[in-house]
């Protein structure tokens, strides 16, 4: 199947056999940098070595070209603020091209999308993301806990980090029943407790906690009421 080949031969090219240093350079010269055409060379070489034809060398070079283009256009436009949004977009294009040239091959098509179990399951898992979330915020809106008084505990929190957690935790309840291993949800739960109200313990701020129980069970509550009606 040449769309895993060509994925093996991506991670060994991209992550396995890029130096750290290359990188660097690649970052500081830019096109100028030896490393981008050397690193590109090594990619074109992989894939003609999985893919194993020669008279497929044609998709070898297609490949290198567009890894060419995409790291190019990478270096060009991302920044300190962007370079992690540069990076997902750049592996994502990598893998749209490989899929394209398995797509040209017949090997994916897209009949999957006839296929009513998997829509319903994709709609549970985009549900499960950000509108989940602002349900959740809305119908916690009634309550603004306070934490302000002599025994709160001032921590700094990563921006938005408590959306995410959410929709993670969700996520992998979801998957949890999907795949029929409840115990997994379980785990969730005492993780969670953990993690995280053994600092709510520690600030000694009842409401701050009722609210954050609240929003949790809500959370976990969402998560298993729609694997069940999936399920």
Do not use: C
């Not at 997902?88 to 398995?102: A, E, K, R, Y």
């Not at 505990?153 to 990563?158: A, G, H, N, V, Y």
Request: positive net charge.
């Amino acid at each position: 199947m040449i769309f895993i080949k060509l994925i093996l031969a991506h991670l060994l090219g991209d992550f396995i056999l890029q130096p750290n240093s290359w990188v660097a350079d690649k970052e500081n010269y830019k096109l100028k940098s030896k490393f981008l055409y050397i690193h590109v060379l090594i990619h074109i070489v992989l894939s003609l070595i999985f893919i194993w034809d020669l008279q497929l060398w044609w998709v070898a070079v297609l490949v290198g070209i567009t890894h060419f283009i995409i790291d190019a256009a990478k270096l060009s436009f991302q920044n300190v603020k962007t370079k992690k949004r540069w990076f997902f977009i750049d592996q994502l294009l990598h893998i749209l091209v490989i899929g394209g040239v398995s797509f040209y091959f017949q090997e994916f098509s897209f009949g999957f999308l006839q296929n009513q179990e998997f829509l319903k399951v994709i709609m549970a898992a985009l549900f499960l993301t950000t509108p989940a979330s602002i349900f959740i915020k809305i119908l916690l809106s009634s309550w603004t806990p306070a934490p302000d008084g002599p025994n709160t505990i001032q921590t700094e929190s990563l921006s938005s980090a408590g959306k995410y957690i959410g929709i993670l935790e969700r996520l992998l309840v979801f998957i949890f029943i999907m795949v029929n291993h409840w115990e997994g949800v379980g785990f969730m739960v005492a993780a969670k407790s953990v993690f995280r109200f053994s600092d709510l313990a520690q600030a000694k701020q009842r409401k701050l906690t009722e609210y954050v129980l609240i929003g949790t069970l809500l959370s976990f509550g969402l998560a298993v009421l729609t694997g069940i009606i999936i399920k």
